[in-house]
């Protein structure tokens, strides 16, 4: 199944291509099934063999990482994505915002090889951060014991549940966050002074401040990008003549413009989804049963 997905193949129909050819079958030493057996085969898989499976890949994974060697640190960039279906009555597809029914894995990157090192499927209904945290811990659990974790999220995974796991386990983080009044309002008291310049943008200024959640007693490291609106471009009240993005980190080194740059390159990310979806099957979730997908 694998290799038809490889071929271009959309449904298990598709598989019929890939038994007609009678030199791969010699060369790989058994042939294709049958679309009726392979689809037998699927929908006995439950949650003990998806379980199972990935006690396998980690496996794989753990040895993969020290054979190509990861060095000392590598940066996992977390994010979510729709998986549109075509029918209504796969399970676990939900209509979502999109006014479209779809599913909502879950999946993690490694930057600097742009290695797809975990994913999870999910409800379309579900919202972004849903199951995050088990799933940060199965991404570490892939990691080789002695190497630094980086983290990055967008604000779509903002929450102070999140940040307190990371910093017990040790692990740099950097997410987006949510702008809300209390923010808006710290960021209005930053002195002109206080901005720098964005360090590989033309426009746009940095500054950073600290700030505390409403059900935290911690306070974080926040940094904020400012970039002037357009001529025409409708001003508000709270955000004045600037449009505003805001990151927070536990990381207390690096300054304010290189913390900034880093956080807006995880936007690389969607090359790889799109990697998946495109070349490796992810876009091709036809089976009924959620478990079969």
């Known amino acids: 199944m694998t290799e038809a997905l490889a071929l271009g193949a959309k449904c298990l129909d598709d598989l019929d291509v890939a038994r007609g050819d009678r030199a791969q079958e010699a060369m790989r030493g058994f042939a294709v099934p049958p679309p009726q057996t392979a689809g037998r085969f699927l929908r006995r898989f439950c949650l003990g063999h998806i379980g199972q499976l990935n006690k396998a890949l980690r496996q794989v994974l753990l040895l ?5 060697g990861v060095g000392e640190a590598v ?10 279906s075509r029918s209504s009555r796969r399970q676990g ?4 915002y999109l006014k479209r029914y779809a599913l909502h894995p879950l999946l993690c990157f490694v930057a ?4 797809c090192l975990h994913a999870k499927l999910r409800r379309g209904c579900v919202h972004t951060a849903k199951g995050l945290l088990p799933f940060v811990d199965e991404c570490l659990r892939r990691v080789p014991k002695g190497v ?9 995974f903002y929450d102070g549940k999140l940040f307190e796991a990371l910093e017990r386990r040790g692990v740099t983080y950097l997410c987006g966050a949510k702008l809300n009044p209390r923010i808006l309002g710290v960021i209005r008291e930053i002195d002109d ?3 720098v310049p964005c360090l590989d943008k033309d426009e746009g200024e940095v500054a950073e401040f600290g700030y505390r959640q409403a059900d935290s007693k911690v306070f974080r490291r926040y940094v904020v990008k400012r970039i002037p609106k357009n001529d025409g471009e409708q001003l508000d009240l709270e955000s004045g003549a600037y449009n505003y993005w805001v990151l927070v980190t536990n990381d207390h080194t690096s300054g304010a413009p290189a913390l900034e740059s880093e956080h807006r390159h995880k936007a690389l990310v969607e090359s790889g989804m799109r990697e998946l ?13 959620f478990m079969a997908n």
């Open 148 to 156: 630094a974790v980086r983290a990055r999220f967008d604000s779509g």
């Open 277 to 289: 979806k495109e070349n490796f099957g992810l876009e091709v979730l036809r089976k009924h049963q």
């Open 75 to 84: 940066t996992l960039d977390f994010d979510s994505t729709y998986i549109r």
């Open 193 to 195: 002074w206080a901005w």
């Open 112 to 115: 600097e090889t742009g290695l």
């Open 93 to 96: 597809a939900d209509r979502t």
């Open 64 to 68: 993969a990482l020290s054979l190509i």
